[in-house]
């Protein structure tokens, strides 16, 4: 947290927040009290416009996620491209992110990279893995725990197994660890060792 993110968050009229019980526990170890209201993936299509008239009435909001940053992988979205078109101001805050500090980590070229998000989780998806297959750029990638050897599987598959990659878990957390390895040995190792956390899989480039 930086000393900005404090202020801010002591002095905005309400935070939405992604999991308030969540949010909360920050908010208590900083001694804020900011009331809150949730703002998460299955309500921030019918909160939009309410967020958005709060915003019209001269109410000063801040938005938080769980982890890392919001609009990435994450709600915030929707919401800042509504009020770019509304004309309202918006300012991103620098915070924790996993996506860049796995790219440095992993030691793959950072000058031109492709951040991938999520792969789809059925329609769409082994397209996407063709079109990795191709990308000259060091790839970026989220996943869930227990999707992690799948998606080892299928990257093997179309990237080659000799392929260097890093799998980051957990990263600015207290339990950081990354692994680097070839696709087919880090393969092995998660089929041995179950992954937990948040994972950004960093792949290099052909």
């Known amino acids: 947290m930086t000393l900005r993110a404090i202020e801010v968050l002591k002095t905005v009229d309400i935070i939405l927040a992604e999991d308030t019980r969540q949010t909360g526990k920050l908010l208590k170890h900083f001694g804020i009290g900011t009331p809150m209201k949730s703002f998460h993936a299955h309500n921030e299509h019918e909160k939009l416009r309410e967020v958005i008239s709060m915003m019209k009435a001269g109410k000063v909001l801040a938005l938080v996620t769980d982890g890392g940053t919001p609009g990435i992988s994450d709600p915030g979205f929707l919401l800042v491209r509504e009020c770019v078109r509304e004309g309202l101001a918006i300012e991103c ?102 992954p937990r956390g948040e994972i950004v899989i960093v792949a290099s480039g052909r």
Do not use: W
């Not at 950072?110 to 951040?115: A, G, K, P």
């Not at 991938?116 to 869930?144: I, N």
């Not at 299928?154 to 799998?167: C, D, K």
């Not at 950081?176 to 087919?184: K, M, N, Q, Y």
């Open 93 to 194: 805050l620098p915070g924790a992110t996993a996506m860049i500090p796995a790219l440095v980590l992993s030691g793959f070229p950072t000058d031109r990279f492709s951040f991938e998000g999520f792969l789809p989780v059925k329609k769409g998806r082994a397209t996407r893995l063709k079109e990795l297959a191709k990308e000259d750029r060091t790839m970026v990638l989220y996943e869930s725990p227990h999707r992690l050897v799948k998606t080892l599987t299928e990257l093997s598959e179309h990237l080659g197994s000799e392929r260097q990659a890093a799998v980051c878990r957990e990263l600015t957390k207290v339990y950081e660890e990354v692994v680097r390895g070839t696709l087919s040995e880090l393969l092995a190792h998660f089929r041995k060792t179950q």
